[in-house]
């Protein structure tokens, strides 16, 4: 008689179960790599912005404790606080951002694709904070006097932006509190960035970082970004 050799395939079941294992495995692994690389693109955009204030606070103290202007009188002449003013008081690491120019790596936010950085950066100063060409004497005195007494823990000086409707050739590097009543997220000019994760992270003007979720940032926004909230 002779001996049947058993069956050493796979059933058609025991096929599509294994194949939905793998699937269900590389779902995992692959969520797991994104919010990996979510993180470690948090962390460098922390550190830039850590970076910043450091080069600000420095900038500060060699000019008798006046903070650098987001802007000259006429906006596109310099200094631009991100491009003109900041760079000598940081590593010279440049990269290529869209409009064929490049800047230093550290106003390039990771969290962003290449497409839409910022030809004058990704972060944006307070203009409560960094403001334009004083325009009258003694501004700049009288702005220090206030920032003495303001909460300095609790005031953004710059933070992750995004242009609501200009072309980000003409930059997002700096925003007017004025203009975000109402509108916060959704308002057509510079406005803070969530990054799609949750949170608007931002340097302080007593130079710690931050990541202030986004209800509390709407919310508070006042508190947040105005010298005399």
Not at 103 to 113: A, Q
Not at 134 to 148: H, I, N, W
Not at 155 to 165: D, R
Request: proline share 6%; hydrophobic share 45%.
């Amino acid at each position: 008689m002779k001996r049947l050799r058993p069956d050493l395939g796979f059933s058609l079941v025991e096929l599509l179960c294994a194949i939905a294992v793998i699937a269900i495995l590389m779902m995992v692994v692959v969520s797991t790599l994104s919010r990996v690389k979510v993180h470690s693109q948090r962390s460098q955009s922390v550190a830039n912005l850590k970076s910043i204030g450091q080069a600000i606070m420095l900038y500060s103290a060699d000019h008798q404790g006046v903070l650098p202007l987001m802007c000259s009188a006429d906006r596109w002449g310099s200094p631009i606080w991100s491009t003109n003013v900041l760079p000598e008081y940081l590593d010279n690491n440049m990269t290529e951002v869209p409009g064929d120019r490049t800047i230093n790596s550290v106003f390039v936010d990771p969290l962003l694709e290449f497409e839409k950085h910022g030809s004058l950066g990704d972060y944006a100063a307070n203009a409560e904070v960094l403001r334009g060409f004083p325009s009258y004497p003694g501004e700049d005195g009288l702005r220090l006097s206030k920032l003495a007494q303001a909460d300095t823990s609790r005031l953004m000086m710059v933070m992750a932006a995004e242009n609501g409707g200009s072309d980000l050739l003409h930059g997002m590097w700096y925003i007017l509190p004025i203009y975000l009543r109402g509108s916060l997220f959704d308002n057509p000019r510079a406005r803070p960035s969530t990054r799609d994760i949750g949170v608007v992270l931002g340097v302080f003007v007593d130079g710690h970082v931050a990541a202030v979720p986004e209800a509390e940032f709407a919310e508070n926004y006042r508190d947040y970004l105005f010298l005399e909230p």
